[in-house]
């Protein structure tokens, strides 16, 4: 997935980039017993890792934090209610239906978004990534 992000960012991003699986992560480490006797017997295996997934977190931080911290686009409306009302996934272009696309491309040049959905994705992407990233 991270791969996928460091190729085409716009792409991983429309497929909601590493959202799931580091909200995923963070779900499995909250629950997760560290003083269990299984982990507590494979604690070298479970440092190499923890080791790894830093250094994942890192290549992703990497990738998600320049496009959120740019003033070079404009988010014209409230991250949180985006995200909670599931709209942002509406202005996600499907390629392969070229009306949907056209009818996309002047709903966002009519709203004010200047026709850019590609720097919308990708802003809600890198966005989401990086809530996980500090959650």
């Known amino acids: 997935v991270v791969e996928e992000g460091e190729r085409d960012l716009c792409e991983a991003c429309k497929r909601s980039f590493v959202h ?3 909200l995923t ?3 499995t480490f909250d629950e997760l017993n560290w003083n269990s006797a299984a982990i507590q017997s494979c604690l ?4 190499s890792l923890v080791g790894k997934l830093l250094q994942l977190i890192m290549r992703i931080t990497s990738l998600a934090l320049w496009v959120v911290s740019s003033d070079a686009w404009y ?9 909670d009302d ?5 202005d996600i ?14 709903k966002n040049a009519k709203s ?3 026709g850019k959905p590609a720097e919308h994705v990708i802003m809600v992407g890198c966005w989401l990534a990086m ?3 500090m959650d």
């Open 86 to 90: 599931g709209s942002f996934l509406l």
């Open 93 to 106: 272009i499907d390629e392969d239906q070229p009306d949907t696309a056209l009818a996309t491309t002047e």
């Open 25 to 27: 992560l963070r779900y």
């Open 44 to 47: 070298s295996e479970m440092r």
């Open 131 to 133: 809530k996980e990233v």
């Open 75 to 83: 988010m014209p409306y409230d991250m949180d209610d985006m995200i």
């Open 20 to 22: 799931g699986v580091l």
């Open 112 to 114: 004010g978004n200047n």
